[in-house]
């Protein structure tokens, strides 16, 4: 596909001319011209530069944002290719302490609300106190540098103080939501082996409060490697807790002494630049999911990058993303405080008690930026509601959308029912480099329905199968030709390097290929035009396959199973089930609510599918992998002979079920 002229999609925002001058990128481009005599006269000479000119540039933001540290690094990067390639060796630092040069009296660090918890406000001075105490309570129990802290947190200030203290002493962070169930848990700690565990006792959504103390018990049998438990009553303060593992209460750690006065200093260890910050998770599409490791000085720079360059976040702003502690923009919401940004939490249903609850918000606390996912917008659009109308939403100034397309239509509900002088960033980039790689830019226009540039330092082409980048305005691979400091520095337990060299540099050796279709247009915008892989994207959250799969698996009736999801044009989506049944049975709405109870049980209402369908058998390739893939390109009505190869199949049978129901009409 390639577009013509009058295909140019309408201009939906301009930067003012003040907004240029006053944005970060304009201070960085003149800082570049005065300290570096480099000049750029457009945002496109300056990303030519930083992608083919990668030490200059990466060096010039460590200068630029003055990062604290210790020691010399000899090179900013050394290497032969992907991923192979080191960052500032011989430099120490530490993400909590870049955090913390921005304390102030001025403004909170912290707004939190939740279904149950009216606003509150948490001081810069009690977010170092209380996590200081915590960081003191990890070395008290022997924590050192590359031990794991896991947490099993809503999205509530306990867990921001939660990871900075772990950063702080250098242990690892890792954290699922109280959502998840026991098995799904247990898939991603149990490969990391954590030494604490910190847990609440239950959390509420949608007007429902759900006691999750017997799935804390289920987890730390689990996790024989956990010697503490750190417990929080969050769903109810008077709850307690029975473990066969020592517990201590939070309030009796961080409230230790009765003033943020007596209580200990912060400390930092300073630790090499690629020395573990915290451990994400892969979706688990062919496995347990894959434990990626991100780095203190790789994810520093990068968010010190995109929060200030890409999101303009400036030093007394509110910034606000819907997310739980399972998703990276979590992470990425603590990193707006590197920009000496309040963040703006909230734990709760974001269409409850009605589709306004977080607008609502947006008016309490003044959010400056408000970020959401994709689907949440097409959600508001099909809702009919008028946020701008009913609410006073003067302060904010950008939107971002992430975790799935934003299709055009709603762009353009953004700009005729929020703010027609809104600043709409649709960002994509993932767990696997806890960023974004296209995002937002103060410098340029919004177009309708695309993505207005690639990020600095990254060097993000269009490929076709062969490895060779396609025309501007045609679809291809989404690959990234040169190394980023983000991109993990490897994944926990894999010793040699093969599933992460698999996941992402085997179909172009030494070049990140990501898995989506990407259009790069003849004005340098993008479109991602959704998954090239058999990810499936849930309402905007990755789930993989394998986790519908395990669960499954512990229902007799069903042979065998296969889930896709479909995105459609209008932004929404539909996940069908697929079941193949053991001889002599039935497919009952008893059987189908069984399987929907195991797999909300087993891992969440997301990997809930929307209808589930009785087939003959599930099609497999000869090497014994099924074909989530090839059924989705039969079911989106793509060709035959492009979505897939007979000669491949160990059933190709199977696959004739597929065509003839999307001959009849489908869904």
Same mark, same amino acid.
């Given at each position: /596909? ?8 309408k ?13 970060h990128?304009s201070?960085?481009?003149s ?5 570096k ?7 496109p ?11 200059l540039f990466?060096?010039s933001v460590?200068?630029?944002?003055q ?11 050394s290497?032969?290719?992907?991923p192979?390639?080191q960052?500032?060796e ?5 993400y909590?302490?870049?955090v913390?040069?921005q ?6 660090a912290?707004?939190f609300q939740?279904?149950?918890h ?7 001075a009690e977010?170092?106190a ?9 070395r008290?129990?022997?924590i050192q540098?590359?031990?794991?802290i896991a947490?099993y ?8 103080v939660?990871?900075?203290a772990?950063?702080?002493v250098?242990?690892?962070?890792s954290?699922?939501?109280?959502d998840?169930g026991?098995?799904s848990?247990?898939?991603r ?8 565990f910190i847990?609440?006792?239950g959390y509420?959504?949608?007007g ?9 018990r289920?987890i ?9 438990v750190?417990f929080?009553?969050?769903?109810n303060e008077q709850?307690?807790i029975?473990?066969?593992?020592p517990?201590?209460?939070w309030q009796?750690?961080?409230h230790r002494?009765p ?14 630049f690629?020395?573990?910050?915290w451990?994400?998770y ?7 999911? #894959? ?26 702003e509110r910034f ?7 998703w990276m923009m ?8 590197l ?6 939490l909230y734990?709760?249903?974001?269409g409850?008690?009605?589709?306004n ?5 947006a ?6 930026h408000f970020?959401? %996912?994709?689907?949440?917008?097409v959600s508001c659009? #099909?809702?009919?509601? %008028?946020?701008?109308k009913q609410f ?6 950008g939107?971002g959308s992430?975790g799935?397309p934003l299709p055009?239509e709603?762009?353009?509900w953004?700009?005729d029912?929020?703010?027609d002088?809104?600043w709409?960033?649709s960002?994509a980039?993932?767990t ?9 830019n ?5 177009y309708?329905?695309?993505?207005q ?6 060097a ?5 199968e062969e490895?060779h980048?396609v025309?501007a305005g ?6 990234v ?10 994944f ?10 698999a996941?992402?540099?085997d179909?172009y050796?030494?070049?990140w290929?990501?898995?989506d279709w990407?259009q790069?247009?003849e004005?340098?915008?993008l479109?991602?035009?959704?998954r %090239? ?8 959250v990755?789930?993989g ?10 229902i007799?009736e069903l042979?065998d199973?296969?889930?896709?999801n479909?995105e459609?044009p209008?932004? %929404?989506d539909w /996940?069908p089930?697929?079941v ?6 039935t ?5 189908k609510t069984r ?5 909300r049980?087993a ?12 087939i ?7 090497s014994g #992998? #099924? ?6 390109k039969v ?9 897939f190869?007979r000669d491949?199949?160990r059933n190709?049978e ?11 009409g489908?869904?």
């Amino acid at each position: /596909m390639s577009e013509s002229n009058s295909s140019i999609p309408k201009v939906l925002w301009q930067p003012s001319l003040t907004m240029q001058e006053d944005s970060h990128l304009s201070h960085f481009i003149s800082w570049l011209a005065t300290e570096k005599q480099l000049f750029f006269e457009d945002y496109p000479t300056l990303w030519q530069w930083s992608t083919e000119h990668l030490e200059l540039f990466w060096e010039s933001v460590w200068q630029y944002f003055q990062v604290e540290h210790s020691g010399k690094y000899q090179k900013v990067l050394s290497g032969n290719q992907m991923p192979g390639y080191q960052w500032f060796e011989g430099a120490t630092l530490n993400y909590t302490e870049h955090v913390f040069r921005q304390k102030t009296d001025a403004r909170p660090a912290i707004l939190f609300q939740s279904e149950r918890h009216g606003l509150t406000e948490m001081s810069w001075a009690e977010l170092e106190a209380q996590t200081a105490a915590l960081a003191e309570y990890f070395r008290e129990q022997g924590i050192q540098p590359g031990d794991r802290i896991a947490a099993y947190l809503p999205n509530s200030p306990h867990a921001v103080v939660a990871v900075l203290a772990a950063m702080s002493v250098g242990a690892v962070w890792s954290s699922c939501s109280p959502d998840f169930g026991a098995a799904s848990v247990a898939d991603r700690f149990a490969q990391i082996q954590p030494r604490i565990f910190i847990a609440v006792d239950g959390y509420a959504y949608g007007g429902k409060s759900f006691d999750k103390r017997e799935t804390v018990r289920e987890i730390c049998q689990l996790l024989p490697s956990v010697e503490q438990v750190v417990f929080i009553p969050y769903l109810n303060e008077q709850s307690d807790i029975q473990l066969d593992k020592p517990i201590t209460r939070w309030q009796d750690i961080v409230h230790r002494q009765p003033s943020t006065v007596n209580r200990p200093p912060l400390t930092v260890n300073r630790l090499p630049f690629s020395h573990p910050l915290w451990i994400l998770y892969s979706s688990g599409t062919t496995g347990i999911p #894959k434990a990626i490791v991100h780095s203190h000085g790789g994810n520093l720079l990068e968010h010190l990058k995109y929060v200030h360059f890409h999101n303009d976040i400036r030093p007394g702003e509110r910034f606000f993303w819907y997310s739980t502690t399972g998703w990276m923009m979590w992470n990425f919401t603590v990193g707006a405080l590197l920009a000496g940004a309040t963040i703006v939490l909230y734990d709760g249903s974001p269409g409850y008690p009605d589709m306004n609850v977080l607008w609502e918000l947006a008016e309490k606390t003044g959010i400056t930026h408000f970020g959401t %996912s994709a689907p949440f917008l097409v959600s508001c659009m #099909k809702a009919g509601i %008028s946020p701008g109308k009913q609410f006073d939403l003067s302060q904010m100034r950008g939107i971002g959308s992430t975790g799935s397309p934003l299709p055009p239509e709603a762009f353009g509900w953004v700009y005729d029912n929020i703010k027609d002088d809104i600043w709409l960033s649709s960002m994509a980039g993932g767990t696997d480099v806890c960023t974004a790689w296209v995002g937002g830019n103060p410098l340029l226009p919004v177009y309708q329905g695309e993505i207005q540039c690639r990020c600095l330092g990254c060097a993000m082409e269009s490929w076709d199968e062969e490895g060779h980048p396609v025309p501007a305005g045609e679809v291809g691979e989404m690959v990234v030709t040169k190394p980023m400091p983000s991109m993990p520095v490897y994944f926990w337990g894999d010793t040699n390097g093969e599933k992460y060299q698999a996941s992402y540099f085997d179909h172009y050796p030494g070049v990140w290929r990501h898995g989506d279709w990407l259009q790069i247009t003849e004005r340098d915008t993008l479109v991602i035009l959704g998954r %090239s892989d058999a990810t499936l994207n849930r309402q905007g959250v990755r789930i993989g396959t394998a986790e519908i799969y395990r669960a499954l698996d512990q229902i007799p009736e069903l042979k065998d199973t296969l889930i896709i999801n479909l995105e459609r044009p209008d932004g %929404s989506d539909w /996940m069908p089930l697929f079941v193949a049944l053991q001889p002599g049975q039935t497919l009952t709405d008893e059987l189908k609510t069984r399987i929907k109870t195991a797999l909300r049980t087993a891992y969440s209402p997301r990997h809930v599918p929307d209808e589930i369908l009785e087939i003959p058998d599930v099609p497999y390739t000869i090497s014994g #992998k #099924k074909m989530e893939t090839p059924v989705k390109k039969v079911l989106q009505k793509k060709p035959l002979d492009k979505a897939f190869n007979r000669d491949s199949m160990r059933n190709p049978e199977a696959m004739d079920w597929f065509i003839r129901w999307t001959v009849d009409g489908g869904r």
